[in-house]
């Protein structure tokens, strides 16, 4: 069964970066694509971006371009996004989710960042 | 980007009832299309994916159809463990984009 264990909740400071793992169990790592899916309280799902293990190079939505980076460690089946330059709205839960050609079939437990002063 | 507009934005029903959720892309987006169930607090469930096809595990009183522009997610047979929320999520361009999410509470 595959899991993806996400790192726990963060609170960081306006203008902080955070850093959230996933850690992939139960399944093939490389060959799946991790995307970043963020929720902010009381609101919708918003895709923030995506890779792919095996290529190593990540696709993001034009809205975090530059404050988003997102990479892949195949030696410990773990998946990173660092937000920078945080922000009050950037307060979230952060997820991970594992899918083949776009589609998302499991998901991370989520991960709360919470920015304040 | 590909605007992914739900309708409704919410829903009451009653349990055993048959629910139909509508999904409607700004552009054609072929069956790249996901739909997703959410509870409080808790992370999504993966439903269906290419518009139609459930993911595993999901059972058959989901059903999804549609291509193009329009989908709909059906939900037959309303238990109480089947209100939620409910976005659908397009992937055939990136940004992967998702609707506004549609609110199933019980009447």
């Known amino acids: 069964q595959v899991q993806l264990v996400q790192s726990g909740a963060e609170v960081k400071k306006p203008g902080s970066s955070v850093k959230v793992s996933c850690k992939s169990s139960?399944?093939?790592?490389?060959?799946?694509?991790i995307s970043w899916v963020r929720q902010a309280p009381g609101q919708g799902l918003e895709w923030m971006g995506g890779i792919i293990p095996i290529f190593g190079t990540a696709d993001y939505a034009q809205k975090f371009q530059g404050r988003v980076t997102i990479i892949a460690d195949e030696s410990t089946s773990t998946a990173y996004m660092e937000l920078s330059s945080l922000r009050s709205e950037d307060t979230a839960v952060y997820y991970c989710?594992?899918?083949?050609?776009?589609?998302?079939?499991?998901w991370g437990q989520g991960t709360l960042v919470t920015v304040s002063s | 980007d590909i605007q992914m507009t739900q309708s409704p934005s919410s829903l009451s029903a009653s349990v055993g009832d048959r629910v139909t959720i509508t999904c409607r892309a700004s552009?054609?987006?072929?069956?790249?299309l996901a739909w997703f169930q959410q509870k409080p607090g808790k992370a999504p469930k993966s439903l269906i994916y290419?518009?139609?096809s459930l993911q595993s595990g999901v059972p058959s009183k989901f059903s999804g159809s549609g291509s193009g522009t329009d989908f709909t997610l059906t939900i037959s047979g309303l238990q109480p463990e089947d209100f939620a929320t409910y976005y659908c999520q397009q992937y055939n361009n990136y940004p992967y984009t998702f609707g506004q999410g549609t609110k199933l509470e019980m009447k």
């Open positions: 290419g518009a139609s």
């Open positions: 989710a594992r899918g083949l050609g776009g589609k998302i079939d499991y």
């Open positions: 139960g399944g093939t790592f490389s060959t799946y694509a």
């Open positions: 552009q054609g987006i072929s069956n790249y």
